[in-house]
């Protein structure tokens, strides 16, 4: 007895020990994955050792799995896997062949990465690549340059229908010769297939293309060829030893946090998730639709619940964790990602947040109360927007701008993290980049500077002694000019 006894707390303090081996118990994965995510042996939620794994993913939800413990089995519980407030998602696997390096030390213990030290890594070269471009005819030559160079590197090449009656495939001969790889994009089948994304114009290229991946998304290139160019930093001249290096894998990666916004209408208990993007997200059309009875989206950005074309005020119930918050009075309200925290929100006189932060702003738009400001929360809490009863008209909600929907009475909005970022390579570093951007791009607290004490007293002089020479040359031009004096000049003129 004393042995089962003795064994029983070794195994009990050896479960306990690799319990407290990481600080966020959600993120934990395999322990013997080499990478995360990405081995099909262990995909089961079993490892190479037997042990069962901290949790299993399904979706935005995920089941935790408790170590077994001694004289009873594990206990499955359902819990939202978004409540980390860590690391933006344990989904370090984009798209079929990116990846990022899982760190370990001697003690096989993982280590909370440093956001500047993740790096891109491929499993096996890519071989599938997306482009995508800003539509007109700005972005037509570069466009094709850049299809015509990715096709000599034989790789395959999947572009948008209306981007490929661009190419002029039937005159160019240098893509008459590979058009058995210059494939048109099937939305439903091909997206799973994508290595990488290369993204040719602005911000409301790379939202476009967050847009079109509802799940994993593969890293994104982007190149700024646009109006803004805020998220896009890479500059198309130096193209040639841009590829070569993401293709190699030695470039530093971005995880661009997404929220996940699922309308909920009255009376239905049903969720659709939209495993495809609307038409709209292309078109900026308008969806009116009252029968849905649920739908989900990601926002690279930020998620708008406000009046629209309404005269009234907006009233609004929030939420955060089921919990009564406050009611929104005012225009609207904003609840962003880090990302957008520098579009709408920051217009809207949110704080900047880097995007490393794991966070969401809550931003009201014009609020009829003085004290209610723009708050940051953290980023694994559910948040719930309901159109108040006392509402007098509908609300209207947009995702990134596009995919309005109208939001009546009692309808609601569930708003969480996602677990599927939009991993966006940058062209030095995470923060570099972002700080480089807030000073080229939005002048960020650029004035002209202050001298120190010395050199603002010599400038002084200067400028006194400036004119004292200016009022004695305006004196000597007086007294020798012809008109100083009016009795000789009228004589002068008689």
């Given amino acids: 007895m004393n042995q089962n006894l003795k064994n029983g707390t070794s195994k009990s303090s050896a479960s306990n020990q690799r319990r407290t081996q990481s600080v966020d118990g959600y993120s934990l994965p395999n322990l013997n994955n080499e990478f995360y995510g990405i081995d099909a042996k262990h995909s089961n939620g079993i490892s190479s050792s037997g042990n069962h794994e901290m949790m299993k993913e399904s979706d935005d939800d995920s089941e935790c799995v408790p170590l077994p413990r001694i004289n009873s089995r594990p206990i499955v519980k359902k819990c939202w896997r978004a409540r980390s407030v860590f690391a933006p998602s344990p989904k370090c696997n984009f798209g079929p062949k990116g990846t990022l390096k899982k760190i370990k030390n001697d003690q096989e213990l993982i280590i909370i990465q440093d956001p500047c030290t993740q790096r891109l890594h491929w499993i096996s070269s890519p071989n599938n690549i997306l ?45 008459q010769e590979n058009i058995e790889r210059c494939i048109p994009l099937d939305k439903k089948n091909d997206l799973c297939k994508i290595d990488l994304v290369i993204c040719l114009g602005g911000d409301g290229t790379l939202l476009h293309a967050s847009s079109l991946f509802q799940k994993s998304c593969p890293p994104v290139l982007s190149f700024s060829m646009g109006s803004l160019g805020f998220l896009t930093p890479f500059d198309f001249k130096f193209h040639e030893n841009i590829l070569n290096e993401v293709l190699s894998g030695k470039v530093a990666v971005l995880l661009r946090t997404r929220l996940n916004c699922t309308i909920i209408k009255e009376g239905s208990d049903n969720v659709l998730t939209s495993d495809t993007p609307d038409d709209s997200v292309r078109t900026n059309e308008t969806n009116t639709s009252n029968n849905v009875g649920g739908m989900s989206h990601l926002a690279l950005n930020e998620v708008v619940i406000d009046r629209g074309p309404n005269s009234y005020l907006s009233n609004l119930d929030l939420y955060i964790n089921d919990k009564f918050i406050t009611k929104v009075q005012g225009d609207g309200l904003i609840l962003s990602t880090p990302t957008g925290s520098t579009a709408y929100g920051m217009a809207a006189g949110a704080s900047m947040v880097h995007p490393n932060v794991p966070a969401m702003v809550i931003c009201p738009i014009c609020p009829h109360s003085l004290s209610f400001r723009p708050i940051v929360v953290p980023a694994g809490i559910e948040l719930t927007v309901k159109v108040s009863q006392d509402s007098r008209l509908t609300a209207w909600l947009s995702v990134d701008g596009r995919n309005q929907h109208e939001l009546h009475q009692y309808d609601s909005v569930k708003i969480t993290t996602s677990v599927y970022p939009v991993p966006c390579i940058c062209r030095f570093d995470q923060v570099g980049d972002w700080f480089q951007s807030l000073a080229d791009i939005l002048h960020w607290n650029i004035r002209k500077p202050q001298l120190n004490l010395d050199t603002d007293q010599e400038i002084q002089r200067d400028e006194q002694m400036q004119m004292q020479d200016d009022e004695k040359i ?11 004096n009016g009795e000789s000049s009228t004589n002068e003129l008689s």
């Fill in 131 to 175: 482009v995508i471009r800003k539509p007109g005819q700005s972005t037509v030559v570069e466009f094709r340059i850049l299809v015509v160079k990715l096709l000599k590197r034989r790789l395959n090449v999947f572009v948008e229908t209306d981007d490929r009656t661009h190419l002029h495939i039937t005159t160019d001969s240098d893509l």
């Fill in 474 to 484: 305006l004196n000597k031009t007086k007294e020798f000019s012809p008109l100083s």
